[in-house]
């Protein structure tokens, strides 16, 4: 199978170098043609200029982009080459809007999977993400060996959206618990504590300690906002959260708070940086 790739940021490029070191990427396209480029010189795999040409060239096409406005016009332009092609969607979106995009796709002959992943950038380097699979069952055995190249922890969920729904399920939790730990490092620090001591509760000693304690709070302590996961992404999620939720008719209001608090962050200047920077809010925000 000719696998094609649609995407070379943060996520996709190290998609990208995952396939290539399993011997099955064939065709790269990135917005931004810099990266697309850099891609090239680094793996030697040859890039198109557009999104339609990806798909020509390919069988499976996967896609890594930021939201909801990326992937939809995306797939709306490819919609005329899809049939007989199968895409597997890896971006974080609304489920609603993958749904009603996978259902376009098969209206013109093709199949297409929601995958998004547990995971940051460094996991997925070591092929240690977590990928959950939205789509059709009977198709999921022709992907199966592309996605393992990608990362070890392929779990097939349900029909399309479902991998998605999964997602956010994740995400909901690691919003809201990121910026808890944001208030609790300003708590320690404001209370007397040394750094290193508040660092200590949250990643060693805490009954709440987590990987996720362990990678985020050194970035608080450090002050190093480097971009794992940015802040607008995370906001966006909780947002799809939030929109999500209105129509299932559930409350959640930590997602509610937890979206203020990187919105805020945002207005900081931290948008583009790691979400972790939520810390500085409760920073900027106590009164001294
Ligand atoms: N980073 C993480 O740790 C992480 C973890 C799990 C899931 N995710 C999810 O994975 C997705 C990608 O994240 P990322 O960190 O790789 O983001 P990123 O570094 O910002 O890359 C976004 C990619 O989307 C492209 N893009 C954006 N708007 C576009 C448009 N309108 N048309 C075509 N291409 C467009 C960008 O192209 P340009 O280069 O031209 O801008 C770039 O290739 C997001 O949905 C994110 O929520 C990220």
Do not use: C, W
């Amino acid at each position: 199978m000719k696998v094609g790739l649609i995407g070379l940021g943060v996520m996709g490029y190290r998609i990208g170098a995952n396939l290539v070191k399993a011997g099955l990427l064939k065709v790269v396209y990135n917005r931004t043609k810099e990266k697309a480029e850099k891609f090239n010189r680094e793996f030697n795999v040859p890039y198109v200029t557009t999104s339609q040409d990806v798909v020509k060239t390919s069988d499976v096409i996967i896609t890594m982009l930021s939201d909801d406005s990326a992937v939809t016009s995306t797939i709306l332009s490819i919609l005329n080459e899809v049939k007989g092609k199968i895409i597997i969607d890896m971006s974080t979106i609304s489920p609603t809007t993958s749904i009603e995009m996978s259902n376009k796709v098969k209206e013109n002959g093709g199949v297409m999977f929601d995958a998004p992943v547990i995971g940051t950038s460094v996991l997925l380097e070591k092929r240690k993400a977590v990928i959950l699979v939205g789509g059709p069952e009977d198709k999921f055995s022709e992907i199966r060996s592309i996605l393992d190249a990608i990362s070890e922890n392929v779990v097939y969920i349900g029909e399309n959206g479902m991998g998605l729904y999964a997602k956010l399920v994740n995400n909901l939790l690691l919003g809201v618990y990121v910026s808890a730990l944001g208030e609790a490092y300003n708590f320690g620090i404001r209370a007397g504590l040394k750094k290193e001591q508040v660092a200590k509760v949250l990643i060693e000693l805490s009954s709440a300690r987590s990987p996720t304690s362990e990678l985020k709070v050194p970035k608080m302590m450090n002050e190093d906002y480097t971009t794992q996961f940015a802040t607008k992404h995370m906001r966006k999620d909780l947002e799809i959260i939030e929109r999500e939720a209105q129509k299932l008719k559930v409350i959640t209001p930590l997602t509610v708070h937890a979206l203020q608090y990187y919105k805020m962050a945002e207005a900081l200047g931290f948008s583009e940086l790691d979400f972790s920077s939520v810390v500085e809010i409760f920073k900027k925000f106590s009164p001294s």
